[in-house]
């Protein structure tokens, strides 16, 4: 009898732990879930150029820890979209995005160390070398070339379509920023259908390059 009694219990605590378990992958997935749909309606007020709205709706993932959306506020206080220009915030949000893996944010704090292509004022000098040298097959440029467009700076409007060309390109080259790229506009939808099988083979892709920002999404969504 105590026996049965036994097993009865050490039944009811498994059921309870397994519960427990899917309850808290389905918390889990909800937030996953609940960060994609304000990431995207954040990305909307970018695309839309709503960037009084854009800022509000970034920062709280920003602070949270979203890398995607700490690359896009440095963008718009380096830049002084829908605010004053600010350099010291800017490059807050590019530090904190740079730690987690996000070349574009690196890329951006570095240049911040000039303060002609930090203003701006030589854009169009950058722009022009980085096709020069993605027209030539250079895979970090098709990659860099790629971004201009995937966040629409550098005097280019935002267009997804060729961003995708350019990173899809460097990719065949083996730019793992570019397999991180391309997944995470297949996951949060950006210029493409929502693709997770997709996503994850960009990303694991540049997970197993060494990409930390693949590595660290991929811990999200799985």
């Not at 304000?38 to 709280?60: D, E, H, V």
């Not at 590019?94 to 701006?120: C, E, I």
């Not at 700076?153 to 990173?167: E, R, S």
């Not at 506009?185 to 997709?198: I, P, T």
């Amino acid at each position: 009898m105590a026996n049965k009694t036994f097993q009865k219990t050490l039944l009811g605590c498994s059921i309870a732990l397994m519960s427990a378990f899917v309850a808290g992958n389905a918390s889990a997935a909800k937030k996953v879930d609940d960060t994609y749909s304000r990431l995207n309606q954040c990305i909307g007020y970018y695309n839309q150029s709503q960037y009084t709205q854009a800022i509000p709706c970034f920062t709280p993932l920003a602070k949270a820890g979203n890398d995607q959306a700490q690359t896009y506020l440095g963008i718009m206080y380096q830049h002084g979209f829908g605010t004053q220009k600010d350099m010291a915030t800017a490059a807050m949000w590019y530090n904190r995005a740079a730690r987690q893996g996000d070349k574009w944010a690196y890329d951006n704090l570095k240049a911040m160390g000039n303060p002609k292509l930090a203003t701006g004022k030589t854009w169009a000098d950058y722009r022009n070398t980085v096709e020069q040298k993605a027209a030539a097959g250079e895979a970090s440029a098709q990659t860099a070339l790629g971004s201009l467009y995937y966040f629409g700076v550098g005097g280019v409007k935002q267009d997804y379509n060729t961003a995708k060309n350019w990173y899809a390109k460097a990719a065949v080259n083996g730019d793992a920023a570019a397999m991180n790229y391309l997944g995470r506009m297949y996951y949060y939808a950006l210029g493409v259908e929502q693709n997770s099988m997709m996503a994850k083979q960009y990303l694991n892709a540049a997970a197993k390059a060494g990409n930390v920002q693949a590595k660290n999404l991929l811990k999200k969504i799985k």
